[in-house]
T-cell receptor, first 114, second 109 residues
Framework: EAEVAQSPRYKITEKSQAVAFWCDPI?????LYWYRQILGQGPELLVQ????????DSQLPKDRFSAERLKGVDSTLKIQPAELGDSAMYLC????????????FGQGTRLTVV | GDSVTQMEGPVTLSEEAFLTINCTYT??????LFWYVQYPGEGLQLLLK?????DKGSNKGFEATYRKETTSFHLEKGSVQVSDSAVYFC????????FGGGTRLMVKP
């Protein structure tokens, strides 16, 4: 069964360091999402791609976060510099279309900033 | 704007009890509706879905019916198991995914 792949599963980094997460969506899925989920809360959308174009990055803290999906397939989310408040689960999801379709989630990357 | 409201948890039940988790939505159009489940330390898994009014989604003993007249999509299960302990999210998919706040379910033996 096709899955959304994310790596790493766990990451511990010191504050002010750079950190990057990688996501490979299900083959053929044009829409890719990055979410941040703080413990005990629901997912918060950071950025949404349609192919290689950004559809929504209104909640992405652009002073320190960046995301790219250069060839419209896999994607990288970067944080530089990391802050203590960035500790969270980072979830990647993909879907066939932008609207009215379910999204399939990866296992997530648990980030701890110390 | 679009929103999803679901009952706050935690919901604590004994094994074999009946489960209801309420979910209501506001939307400008007719979105598809989903329930996702998240086990500790894991990503979200699609539990069930309904794409139009009066559709009933079902999976693993869970059911939810898309009620346009009450804008609701309540999750039910007739007999819960300890393994159902998780966080459940009600989600609508219009032009974007809109999540409810999540409901933690704890099932005791």
């Amino acid at each position: 069964e096709a899955e959304v792949a994310q790596s790493p599963r766990y990451k511990i980094t010191e504050k002010s360091q750079a950190v990057a997460f990688w996501c490979d969506p299900i083959s053929g899925h044009a829409t890719l999402y990055w979410y941040r989920q703080i413990l005990g809360q629901g997912p918060e959308l950071l950025v949404q791609f349609q192919d290689e174009s950004v559809v929504d990055d209104s909640q992405l803290p652009k002073d320190r976060f960046s995301a790219e999906r250069l060839k419209g397939v896999d994607s990288t989310l970067k944080i530089q510099p990391a802050e203590l408040g960035d500790s969270a689960m980072y979830l990647c999801a993909s879907s066939l279309a932008v609207s009215n379709t379910e999204a399939f989630f990866g296992q997530g990357t648990r980030l701890t900033v110390v | 704007g679009d929103s999803v409201t679901q009952m706050e948890g935690p919901v604590t039940l004994s094994e074999e009890a009946f489960l209801t988790i309420n979910c209501t939505y506001t939307a400008t159009g007719y979105p598809s509706l989903f329930w996702y489940v998240q086990y500790p330390g894991e990503g979200l898994q699609l539990l069930l879905k309904a794409t139009k009014a009066d559709d009933k989604g079902s999976n693993k003993g869970f059911e939810a019916t898309y009620r346009k007249e009450t804008t609701s999509f309540h999750l039910e299960k007739g007999s819960v198991q300890v393994s159902d302990s998780a966080v459940y999210f009600c989600v609508q998919a219009g032009n974007m995914l809109t999540f409810g706040g999540g409901t933690r379910l704890m099932v005791k033996p």
